[in-house]
């Protein structure tokens, strides 16, 4: 059964997204096995989708080696921006934001995640970097704040080469060449 206080934490979260974007969003909604359903919010921007969970901030983020759950963990949502038109592209973004409550994975900046297939038919890209992102935190009074983690789209080998390298690093390695995120059908940056 979902409680008020959980409901009240979404509804801020969700406000928070329509003043930013000041527009209604599509909405698309999953559900995974004993887990609350994850909804994904498209906002389009120009030439841009940004597309935001809605569901991972129900509930304080617990490392599964955690020997009880608490209720002062951090929150957060992802936000990923990518070009408009793909389809289907949501419930790549809902799986990974469930990854914390069905994995026991606690999502901060800096962390690589990966869903072991294409985010979409075509892409190299299986996962990303979370980086912080352009939307500030949201206080949600007494459960502290959300905090809007960026997925920055990878490829398997960039997010390899960030293992041992770190994620700053392959961040440079972007910046430096100019690499478009937006775009999921990109090739890697070179890694040498």
């Known amino acids: 059964m979902v409680s008020a206080a959980e409901i009240a934490v979404l509804e801020i979260v969700a406000a928070a997204y329509r003043e930013h974007f000041e527009v209604v969003p599509d909405r698309a909604s999953v559900s995974f096995v004993g ?19 809605l569901g991972m901030s129900r509930h304080p ?23 408009s038109g793909i389809s289907d592209l949501w419930r790549r973004v809902a799986i990974l934001a469930a990854a914390p409550a069905v994995e026991g994975i606690v999502y901060s900046v800096g962390n690589r995640v990966d869903i072991g297939e294409p985010l979409m038919p ?34 398997q080998n960039e997010l390899a080469w960030a293992r041992v390298h770190g994620s700053e690093a392959l961040q440079q390695r972007w910046f430096e060449s100019g690499t478009d995120l937006a775009d999921l059908q990109r090739s890697g940056v070179d890694l040498n």
Not at 61 to 83: H, I, K, Q, W, Y
């Open 122 to 155: 075509g892409s190299q890209c299986t996962g990303g970097v979370l980086a912080a992102g352009a939307l500030r935190p949201v206080n949600v009074g007494a459960d502290g704040e959300v905090v809007i983690l960026q997925l920055l789209p990878a490829t």
């Open 61 to 83: 983020m617990t490392d599964a080696g955690a020997e009880l759950l608490t209720e002062s963990g951090p929150r957060a949502e992802l936000l990923m921006s990518v070009r």
């Open 35 to 53: 887990v609350e359903p994850i909804e994904i919010l498209r906002y389009r921007e120009g030439p841009l989708d940004h597309l935001l969970s």
